[in-house]
């Protein structure tokens, strides 16, 4: 072969001649950021074929707060190509609608961790395929999801058995006979946010103490139907718990608080040291 064809050969060779699965995929693909991802899907229908299938391998989408321009058009491209996610991260994004979480659940059933804190135009319809395909499903946060209702948190007691981490503060819709099924049957929680819930009562944390004997976080800041007898018996309950968050909560007083004090972390300042911050504050103003 003559030196010229040599050259020809050569310059005939590109890098998506390169194996895709054995070597673009595990070692370049995996390290593009979604922004040159798309960047590249853009350059020719041979990189655009080759972005849409290393999607097939990705495991995280993360667009939480993201709400640039168009954004929801980048979306709807990861849910078409990606079939292998394990973790989904999207609170506060205001374009997320129903359609756009259908298409990526339809076609992603490990879902381990999904976030949707804050996001306010989706309905109940989102969360069935989650609720009934997702068996793996460990980490669900909903908080300041005033659409979430008690026949999807009904729906979730009867479907999901290995929550490790729930939140859901802020949500009004719901009730306390819902909580009180729901709690005795998640008993893998590990972190449980119930802030600002005024269907959260005594009653609700008697059986969270009963059957979530694995908790080692809980907010309850905000719940005002709540006192000394409930947070007393979450502590004795739940033998591994190394936070309790009560602030503004008025029926919990300092003598159950206290003697916990030292031993796990509680947001709650005791009432010398806020007399010892004004003194500081006075002395310093003078």
Not at 2 to 11: A, E, P
Not at 122 to 143: E, G, H, W
Not at 227 to 236: A, C, E, L, Y
Request: with cysteine; glycine share 4%.
């Amino acid at each position: 072969m003559s030196s010229q064809q040599n050259k020809c050969n050569s310059n005939s060779f590109n890098l998506f001649d390169i194996s895709w699965e054995d070597v673009l995929f595990p070692k370049l693909a995996i390290h593009l950021s979604l922004k040159d991802s798309f960047n590249l899907r853009c350059c020719s229908r041979t990189s655009k074929k080759f972005i849409d299938e290393s999607f097939r391998f990705k495991k995280v989408i993360n667009f939480a707060g993201n709400n640039s321009t168009n954004i929801n058009l980048a979306f709807a491209v990861l849910a078409q190509n990606c079939h292998k996610l394990e973790r989904l991260y999207l609170a506060k994004c205001e374009w997320l609608v129903d359609d756009l979480m259908l298409s990526v659940l339809s076609r992603n059933k490990r879902l381990k961790v999904v976030n949707l804190n804050e996001c306010v135009r989706l309905t109940p319809l989102s969360l069935q395929p989650i609720i009934i395909n997702c068996k793996q499903l460990q980490v669900l946060n909903l908080s300041k999801c005033d659409w979430l209702t008690t026949g999807t948190v009904d729906a979730l007691t009867l479907h999901q058995n290995n929550i490790e981490e729930f939140d859901i503060s802020h949500c009004s819709t719901i009730g306390e006979r819902c909580l009180v099924i729901f709690f005795r049957k998640m008993n893998k929680l590990t972190i449980l946010s119930l802030a600002f819930s005024q269907s959260v009562t005594n009653n609700v944390l008697i059986q969270i103490a009963n059957f979530c004997k694995s908790l080692e976080h809980i907010n309850l800041s905000g719940c005002s139907a709540i006192s000394d007898q409930g947070v007393q018996t979450i502590t004795m309950g739940c033998p591994n718990l190394k936070s309790l968050m009560v602030q503004h909560c008025p029926g919990v007083t300092e003598r159950v608080l206290a003697p916990l004090r030292g031993r796990i972390h509680i947001d709650r300042p005791t009432q010398c040291y806020n007399l010892l911050g004004l003194a500081q504050r006075l002395r310093v103003q003078v």
